[in-house]
């Protein structure tokens, strides 16, 4: 078991300490989620792992052959290379030989006709089957797929940025290590894509660390949470249900305290208003102790002060928002909704699902009356007030200060209770210390950016809210607040997002983009919606068997069975029964294999034996049917 041990790290940004004299040692069973504030250097930790530079004094060491494999929030890629070219980037011979393959591959299907090229072709053919290339291609394509990239010639710069990330999270799982490190790793992710990561790094043979804003994929994946708080590292032993309860009982506790602190404090203060001399030994220790349970209520205060609030007053709206009748969609020659009708009220809380690259952006953006449609008409409700946050911060400066930025948005905006507040004392509610306030925006973290840019829309005080993936490189935090805030929005909200978890507390009901123009909504939660989405799909494989092995009827008149033909056929259908049995588990066996991808190759033939068999046997079982 390798180990990468951590000894008094301390790490400063500016003025401001992240985090100080921190111990940690990780090994290989370890599946650890980092959590944290925005800002209170969850990144920087994930850099100091991997980069010295990061770190003012040498405290991290490991074995000289541990290997490293990082997912950084915003990876950088060549933009020359094709998809595969991309994945496959390891100095090893055998990601050599397939990157050359792949080249030369493309060469040769542009210029077949040229000896040289196809000679050289050959040439690596012979190579792939020698440093078993063909296994490796098959699992960059594997993955690849999986996370929803399925063109792998396609060149970098043609890719999204979010397509790119894709790619990166792609090289990184590919690559052999000791230890994982992931930050972010669900962004741009679709529901199944996220599935099969969580099983994929459940199976992965190092130790993994990583930030995620997903709440259920942290608790499927984590066995240890550890969240910087107040420049500490603290550590929760188990997944994040395990981490909420720990957190609940250690406030329980950390409150009785600070209750008896204020109370000692109190009799004391009453001791040093009364004029008491501190003459003596004992009087000299008290006024210390009064100094000292000062210092501690006072920083209690502090940390109360600390807790994020979203009290903004909101505009009234009337009855309707949005109506939509027979609207067409279609953007560089794909439908993305084709006669589509939808009335949505105010109150109303609606998540809006499906995968990547189905139009579910752009119907956002025809909300907001950025896209025109196609064909049909959107209408507005006379008294909505738009607040639309996007996917990509807008109107955000990097050589901008951040004070200056939010009261170029709003100033003055009241509170719940009418009173006015100036956009520091908004500042101030979010987090932002009065250093921040006056700082770069360039400076901040991308998290705290993306709490900024939330903060600037609120203050808007819109009635109607669009969300476009809200929950991306948000801390936990935030987001919890955020959802306690949506959740007593009187307004509508018209959410984005793939993150189950944020969506199955904010909406009531769901939009469905299936692709090709067609939308379906559902009355419920996402959760319930994948339930009842996975039974459907089973009762139409199941369907699907059925009719496949359901006896045909003839025109011609059969002869009779012999007593040995009935037989046979009595003990075919439990037979058939029990392949199809196999086939099932060794499929679901397949989806859990992670990255043991001999045992994947070897499973596949398995089941190519086993549905040839199948077949056989179903066609003898067909023929003395229909007898």
Same mark, same amino acid.
């Given at each position: ?46 850099? $100091? ?9 040498? !405290? ?26 991309? @994945? @496959? ?34 040439? %690596? ?21 999986? %996370? ?5 010639? +396609? ?6 940025? #979010? +397509? ?21 790793? !669900? ?44 420049? *500490?590292? &603290? ?8 981490? @909420? ?18 109370? %000692? ?43 994020? =609030? ?21 953007? #560089?020659? *794909? ?135 809200? =929950? ?5 935090? !935030?987001? =919890? ?10 307004? $509508? ?18 939009? @469905? ?25 089973? *009762? ?23 007593? &040995? ?9 439990? *037979? ?15 989806? !859990? ?6 045992? %994947? ?27």
């Amino acid at each position: 078991m390798k180990t990468l041990s951590v000894e008094n790290l301390s790490q400063t940004m500016g003025d401001k300490t992240l985090f100080d004299q921190i111990s940690f040692k990780i090994q290989t069973p370890d599946r650890i989620g980092l959590i944290g504030l925005n800002g209170t250097g969850k990144t920087t930790l994930l850099n $100091c792992l991997v980069d010295e530079h990061y770190y003012q004094t040498k !405290t991290i060491t490991h074995p000289r052959d541990y290997q490293i494999s990082y997912l950084q929030q915003n990876p950088q890629l060549d933009q020359s290379l094709s998809v595969l070219e991309a @994945v @496959v980037q390891g100095k090893e011979a055998l990601y050599a030989t397939v990157r050359q393959y792949e080249q030369t591959l493309k060469a040769y299907g542009q210029n077949p006709e040229d000896s040289r090229i196809a000679d050289h072709f050959f040439k %690596l053919q012979s190579q792939m089957d020698q440093v078993d290339g063909w296994e490796l291609q098959s699992q960059v394509e594997t993955i690849l797929t999986k %996370l929803g990239i399925v063109d792998f010639q +396609q060149q970098l710069a043609q890719l999204s940025g #979010g +397509q790119q990330r894709l790619v990166a999270l792609a090289q990184v799982l590919l690559a052999p290590a000791d230890l994982l490190i992931l930050d972010e790793p !669900t962004n741009h992710l679709d529901e199944a894509a996220i599935k099969w990561l969580a099983t994929f790094l459940n199976n992965y043979a190092g130790a993994i660390i990583f930030v995620t804003h997903d709440r259920y994929f942290l608790n499927q994946v984590a066995n240890r949470i550890w969240e910087i708080d107040h420049q *500490k590292l &603290q550590e929760y032993q188990g997944n994040y249900e395990a981490y @909420v309860d720990q957190k609940a009982q250690n406030e329980a506790t950390l409150a009785a305290t600070q209750q008896h602190q204020r109370n %000692l404090y109190r009799q004391e203060l009453k001791w040093m208003q009364a004029g008491v001399q501190a003459r003596g030994t004992k009087q000299n220790a008290r006024v210390d102790r009064f100094h000292e349970l000062s210092q501690q209520v006072q920083q209690a205060a502090a940390d109360d002060q600390r807790e994020l =609030t979203i009290d903004i007053k909101q505009q009234r709206l009337g009855k309707d928002v949005f109506r939509l009748e027979e609207a067409g969609l279609e953007i #560089g020659g *794909k439908d993305l909704l084709i006669d589509f009708s939808l009335q949505i009220n105010a109150g109303e809380h609606i998540g809006v699902i499906g995968g990547n690259g189905v139009g579910k952006s752009s119907f956002l953006n025809v909300l907001a009356q950025r896209q025109a449609l196609s064909q049909g008409k959107l209408t507005v409700g006379q008294t909505v007030r738009i607040g639309y946050y996007t996917q990509h911060v807008e109107g955000m400066a990097p050589d901008q200060r951040v004070i200056n930025y939010l009261e170029a948005v709003g100033q003055n905006v009241e509170n719940s209770s009418g009173y006015r507040l100036s956009a520091s004392q908004l500042l101030e509610q979010f987090l932002f210390s009065s250093r921040q306030q006056g700082a770069f925006i360039r400076d901040l973290s991308g998290g705290q950016q993306r709490r900024l840019y939330l903060l600037a829309i609120l203050i808007q005080q819109p009635n109607v809210l669009l969300l476009d993936e809200p =929950t991306n490189n948000l801390d936990i935090q !935030t987001m =919890t607040i955020l959802e306690d805030y949506l959740n007593n929005f009187r307004g $509508c909200v018209v959410a984005v997002s793939h993150d189950r978890y944020f969506l199955d507390k904010i909406t009531s009901n769901l939009l @469905v983009f299936q692709g090709h123009g067609q939308v379906k909504r559902y009355w419920g939660s996402y959760s319930e919606y994948l339930e009842i989405a996975h039974q459907e799909k089973a *009762k139409i494989a199941k369907a699907d068997k059925t009719s496949k092995s359901s006896p045909a009827t003839t025109a011609s008149k059969p002869k009779k069975l012999t007593y &040995q033909e009935q037989l046979e056929l009595k003990e075919l259908e439990p *037979k058939i029964e029990h392949l199809e049995e196999e086939q099932e588990q060794l499929k679901q066996r397949m989806a !859990t294999e992670g990255q043991d991808y001999q045992k %994947l190759i070897a499973d596949q033939k398995e089941l190519e034996a086993l549905e040839q068999t199948l077949d056989q046997v179903s066609e003898r079982w067909l023929e003395l049917s229909e007898r």
